[in-house]
């Protein structure tokens, strides 16, 4: 892919993924884990060569990959990718951004590097899954180092051969568990491959040398996170960046089916809380090892279960906003006692999909059928949501908001990243 071959759908949609991730992570960095990460491994960097966004700081290219990547999944609202069974952007966006500024990179260059970035995680992931992702493992953390390496060494203009070595430094490095999800920790992982993804491609830059066929190896990573005898599927027809999903509820994507199935129940059936004497959510069997924390205690736990995402749905609360997940929420007397009556069961169907059945007092049945897998092909109303998201996130000044947008949605015409930067350079509450 050589810089300036994106189809012109293709680049829309990349500069879609950006105008998402910008939203994400400015807000992200007001979040706990990203002030913790920020205050025991950044603030005693001393490097100056990219911008930590939200703090008004600068540090070195690894401190900003970590900052950055971990920033943007802080939320749990950042796009995903189902071929990938992750989240694209943050790993890409989080150790791209961090070089593109240091090494002078225009809009151009910027996007085509992110796009081969989100290509060779997505790819990854159709040839590993169902079996990587079934294992346990968190594609963003794993994959998403691949991805990071990869819009690393696009940018440089790396050679194959070094190409090669920064995947087999990225590989032995990609780590990331599913168990850690409803934590701290699952930021961490997007923030991590960031930053190992963008130091196995400036290592192989520079000469250092890895096993260049980690994915092929008997013990390398398909072998050991994937199927036993994974081979590689067919190249794809199409760009897949075109299939990245973008969230509209500040939650887990697994639960965002049941949310609008309930909603539409609201809409068309006037439901209402105290009308309900059951639901019954019918998910994946998948579902139950991601989103399915029967009682949470924090509003980080609430976005990875089904019980409270549908409580909260049906009590009228705003899903969309993610001031709406904390702790007192999730505890909330009304909270916990309309989740008492969701029972969650497991029937295979894809992932994305959920069956809600409600039974009312008055012994009325009602039910519908929701997939929240299904990418978008209207690319003008896609971005009027994701710019309505955006300045509703962003932090910054109505007016710094809004041009910020601007400048990200004709990001293609800029010579370098500094009119993006001088705009989110300062440090807010």
Known sequence: MRRGELPPAVLRFAKHCMLDWFGVALAGAREPVSRIVFEQLARADGGDEATLLGFGRRASLATAALMNGTSSHALDYDDTHWGMQGHPSAPVLGALLALAERERAGGAALLAAFVAGVEVECLLGRWLNPEHYARGFHATGTLGSFGAAAAAAHLLELDERAWQHAFGLAGTQAAGLKSGFGTMAKPFHAGRAAQSGLGAALLAAAGFEANPEIL???QGFAATHGAPLAQPSSD?????????????????????????GLRELMRTQALTPAAVSGIELRVDPSCLGVCNIERPETGLQAKFSLKA????????????????FHDARATAADVVALMRRVQVRAQ????????????RRDGVALSTVHDSGIPARDLAD?????????ERLC???????????DRILSLEQLPNLDPLLELIGSPYP
């Open 236 to 260: 794809p027809e199409g760009w897949l960046i075109l299939d990245t999903l973008f969230k509209y509820h500040a939650a887990c994507h697994l639960t965002h089916a049941t949310i609008e």
């Open 348 to 359: 295979p169907m894809a992932a994305t999909r959920s069956e809600v059945r409600v039974t």
């Open 395 to 405: 932090p910054l000044p109505t007016e710094s908001t809004r041009a910020l947008a």
């Open 382 to 390: 896609q971005q009027t949501r994701l710019r309505h998201k955006f």
């Open 309 to 324: 995402t549908a409580a909260l749905a049906l009590l009228g609360d705003d899903t969309s906003d993610p001031s709406t």
């Open 216 to 218: 092929d190896d008997p």
